[in-house]
C-alpha cells in the first residue's frame, strides 16, 4: 500500500492529510459503547479524499484498487457502532460533496449519497408535499447513503417499518472497487445486498427512496405514574390503523427528570413520559385515549409560545438514539443496548429484574404488520461482564438482542451475511479493500452463515 503513490493519482481531487484534521474525520459515534471505545480508540485513516462527482469516486476507487489502499467511506459520521472506523488505515472517504437531488416525483425521490436527510425533506415538501418515510434522529446531519449503509430505521418506523422492508429503498447505485470501477445500478432484492452493508460491498452515490405524504406533525409530550400503564397506552394507540402517527416512545422515569435537560421542568417526579409525534388529525384521538389511560398532557407543540418552540428541540431529538445521547451528555459512564420485546409482559418482566440498572426506554415500531416494542434501554454501565450478564438476562427471558457494542456486521445480530451477499462482495470488491474487517464472512472462510440466533436484516437467502 502506498499512499503517496494514491495520492499522485488522484489529481484534483480533494485530500487532506494533516494528521489531527484526519484522525478527526476517522471518527463517528463508536465511543457510545464503553466496550467499542476501548477496542477502536486508536484506529485512524492516513488520509481523507472528498470526490465531487460520481466520476471522481471512480478515480479515486481506481486509485485505491491499483495502490491497495483500504478505503472506509463515511457520511456524516454519525454512526454509533464503530461502522465507520478505518480498522486498515488507508483513505477515508468522504461523500459529504454528493449531495445533488436528481430528481422528485410525486411519490420518490432520487438523490446523490451525500444528501442530508433533513435537506432532501425540506426540497420533497415544496415540490410535492412528501417527505421521507422515516429517518434516523440525527436527520438534520445524516447522509442519505450513511442511512442505507449503516442505519435501519427510526422516526416514521412506528408506521413505515424499516430499511430492512423490500419497499423501503427503491434503487441503489453504486461504484465498484475493481480496476476499472463500475456504476451499478441495484433495485428489487438486490438492495438488501448493500442496505446495512457498512459500505463493504461497495460505495453508494446515489439512491431512490419512496416518499410518504407530509404533515405538520405535532410533538407531544404525555405523563404517567406508572411506566408500564405507559406502555400500555403506547400500545393501543400504536395499534390503531386509524391514527397517522409518526412516532410514539415510551421512557420509564428518571429518564426525562435526569436528561431530558430542556424537557424537565414539565415533568414531575417519578413520572414516565411518552414522545409522540402525531399528524394534526390525530391529535385529538390520541388525547381521547390519554385520558382513558389517566395520562396527562406536559407539552404540545401546537400550543406552544413562540419562546418554547424557539428553546425546545423536536421531540424526535429526545428519541431513537437521541436518548442515549442526551443521558452520556449528563452522565458519561451510561451506554444502551438494542432489544426487541415480544410482548408488553416480557418489558415489564425485564424492568423488573433489572429496575434502575437499565432505565428502560422503548420505541413502538411496526414490523412485519405487528406493532413490537424495540427497546434502546439506557444502562447504568459497570463493566463489560456485567453488560455480557444484562444481555445473557434479556436472552434467557425470550429477548432479542441486537448488540450495538460490536462493530462487524454479523456480530451484532444486525445483519445476516449469507452466501449471496459473499458472492456480491467479491464481484464488487475482490480484494477486500472497502471497509475491511467489519465483514466476518469475508476474513474467515470458515464462518458458520447459520451462526446467528436473530438477526435485524435477514439475508438473501431463505433460512437454511
Ligand atoms: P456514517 O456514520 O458516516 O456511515 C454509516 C455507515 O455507512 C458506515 O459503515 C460507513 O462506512 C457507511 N457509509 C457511509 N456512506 C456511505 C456510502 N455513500 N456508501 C457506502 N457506505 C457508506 N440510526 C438509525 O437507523 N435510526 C435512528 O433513529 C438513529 N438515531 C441515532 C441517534 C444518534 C444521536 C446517533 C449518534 C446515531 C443514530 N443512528 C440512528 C445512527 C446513525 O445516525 C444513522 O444510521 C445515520 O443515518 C448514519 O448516517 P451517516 O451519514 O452519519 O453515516
Redesign the pocket.
Given at each position: 500500500m502506498s499512499i503517496a503513490a494514491f495520492r499522485a493519482d488522484l489529481g484534483d481531487v480533494p485530500v487532506e492529510d494533516h494528521p489531527r484534521i484526519v484522525q478527526q474525520r476517522s471518527r463517528?459515534?463508536y465511543w457510545?459503547s464503553p466496550v467499542l471505545k476501548a477496542k477502536l480508540d486508536h484506529v485512524s485513516a492516513e488520509i481523507v479524499v472528498s470526490p465531487r462527482t460520481q466520476d471522481e469516486v471512480k478515480r479515486v476507487l481506481a486509485a485505491a484498487y491499483k495502490h491497495k489502499v483500504a478505503v472506509?467511506?463515511?457520511?456524516?459520521?454519525?454512526?454509533?457502532?464503530g461502522?465507520?472506523m478505518p480498522l486498515a488505515g488507508g483513505a477515508m472517504?468522504n461523500?459529504?460533496n454528493?449531495d445533488r437531488v436528481v430528481r422528485i416525483e410525486k411519490d420518490r425521490v432520487r438523490a446523490e449519497?451525500?444528501t442530508?436527510?433533513e435537506k432532501l425533506d425540506n426540497e420533497t415538501r415544496a415540490a410535492v408535499g412528501g417527505e421521507l418515510r422515516f429517518?434516523?434522529?440525527?436527520y438534520r446531519?445524516?447522509?442519505?447513503?450513511?442511512?442505507?449503509?449503516?442505519?435501519?430505521?427510526?422516526?416514521g418506523?412506528i408506521r413505515w417499518g424499516?430499511?430492512r422492508n423490500l419497499g423501503s429503498i427503491l434503487s441503489v447505485k453504486?461504484i465498484t472497487c475493481e480496476e476499472g470501477p463500475r456504476a451499478l445500478e441495484l433495485t428489487g432484492e438486490d438492495v438488501l445486498k448493500?442496505a446495512h452493508?457498512?459500505?463493504?460491498n461497495?460505495?453508494?452515490?446515489e439512491a431512490e427512496m419512496p416518499l410518504a405524504p407530509a404533515y405538520d406533525w405535532v410533538d407531544i409530550m404525555v405523563g404517567f405514574d406508572d411506566f408500564i400503564t405507559a406502555c400500555r397506552f403506547a400500545e393501543t394507540v400504536a395499534s390503531q390503523e386509524s391514527l397517522l402517527l409518526k412516532e410514539l416512545s415510551p421512557c420509564a422515569a428518571p429518564i426525562a427528570q435526569e436528561y431530558f435537560n430542556r424537557h424537565k421542568s414539565y415533568v414531575r417526579d417519578g413520572q414516565s413520559v411518552v414522545l409522540i409525534m402525531a399528524a394534526p388529525v390525530a391529535v385529538e384521538p390520541v388525547l381521547i385515549y390519554l385520558a382513558h389511560y389517566g395520562g396527562e398532557v406536559l407539552y404540545r407543540s401546537d400550543e406552544a409560545s413562540e419562546e418554547e418552540l424557539r428553546r425546545l428541540p423536536p421531540i424526535?431529538?429526545l428519541?431513537?438514539?437521541?436518548t442515549?445521547?442526551r443521558a452520556l451528555k449528563v452522565d458519561p459512564t451510561i451506554t444502551y443496548l438494542q432489544t426487541r420485546y415480544p410482548t408488553l409482559k416480557h418489558v415489564e418482566k425485564i424492568v423488573s429484574l433489572l429496575g434502575d440498572e437499565l432505565p428502560m426506554h422503548i420505541?413502538m415500531t411496526r414490523q412485519d404488520g405487528e406493532v413490537t416494542f424495540a427497546g434502546l434501554p439506557l444502562v447504568r454501565y459497570t463493566s463489560e461482564e456485567r453488560l455480557e450478564e444484562i444481555v445473557r438476562i434479556h436472552e434467557d427471558n425470550e429477548c432479542l438482542v441486537f448488540n450495538p457494542h460490536r462493530y462487524t456486521l454479523e456480530e451484532g445480530g444486525m445483519k445476516r451475511t449469507d452466501k449471496a451477499q459473499l458472492a456480491f462482495k467479491k464481484e464488487a470488491d475482490p480484494t477486500g479493500l472497502?471497509?475491511p474487517g467489519?465483514m466476518v464472512a469475508w476474513d474467515d472462510p470458515d464462518y458458520d452463515f447459520n451462526a446467528g440466533r436473530a438477526w435485524l436484516f435477514q439475508g438473501l437467502e431463505p433460512y437454511a
Open positions: 463517528d459515534h457510545y472506509t467511506p463515511r457520511g456524516a459520521g454519525t454512526g454509533n457502532y461502522q465507520a472517504l461523500l459529504m454528493l449519497a451525500g442530508v436527510l429517518h434516523p434522529s440525527t446531519m445524516a447522509s442519505l447513503g450513511g442511512f442505507i449503509a449503516g442505519g435501519s430505521g427510526g422516526v418506523s424499516g430499511l453504486i448493500v452493508a457498512y459500505g463493504t461497495g460505495i453508494i452515490v424526535y431529538e428519541a431513537w438514539n437521541h442515549t445521547l420505541e472497502l471497509n467489519k
